[in-house]
């Protein structure tokens, strides 16, 4: 990447949150070669930044007719896929399955990420037009709700129907006091 020979191309590119950035590439082919494998045809893209925000990057894609702008602009788009897995990871315990059967483990990976998406689902019914609040805290300012978000929205409107309603008819008489019930189903929501 620091070769003075490497022959660079600025490409303004549609970038993290949709907006345009320009950045410096350099393409070409390549061959993909493991013993006793066919080999694959590869472009290959070096990506930097001229401001020198992000580390210098190489990306590999298997269609050596998409130009390097489509390429980079599919490695961004990728990152919404990626927060999903995180999100998955973190809060459903995708990867963590400790099953003894391959077939138990092929089953629980798409039962959770199944149970991400009726998460978001019921959250998304329960904010309707709205929007879903993005819990703070002093040392991390969140621009943007997370999954934990969804999933404390979630509980705090399932677990007070579930647990401490005496009857369906009148749902302002709890076993507690409301205000205490509320700011107990807020801070278990984000423990649990």
Not at 116 to 135: E, H
Request: glycine share 6%.
């Amino acid at each position: 990447m620091t070769d003075p020979q490497t022959v660079w191309q600025q490409l303004t590119v549609r970038w993290y949150g949709g907006v345009e950035r320009t950045i410096e590439t350099a393409t070409g082919p390549a061959i993909w070669y493991h013993g006793g494998m066919p080999t694959v045809p590869l472009r290959w893209v070096l990506i930097r930044d001229p401001a020198g925000q992000f580390d210098p990057q190489a990306l590999l894609c298997t269609d050596q007719d998409v130009s390097a702008q489509q390429i980079v602009e599919w490695f961004v788009l990728r990152w919404q896929l990626e927060v999903t897995f995180h999100e998955a990871r973190t809060h459903l315990g995708v990867e963590t399955q400790r099953q003894w059967s391959h077939l138990a483990i092929a089953r629980t990976t798409p039962a959770l990420l199944g149970l991400f998406s009726l998460v978001t689902l019921a959250a998304r019914q329960q904010i309707g037009d709205g929007t879903l609040p993005a819990r703070q805290a002093a040392w991390y300012d969140k621009p943007v709700p997370t999954f934990a978000d969804t999933l404390a929205l979630v509980r705090q409107r399932l677990w007070p129907i579930a647990f401490f309603e005496m009857s369906l008819f009148e749902t302002d008489i709890v076993k507690i006091p409301r205000v205490l019930l509320e700011r107990l189903t807020n801070t278990l929501a984000y423990a649990a």
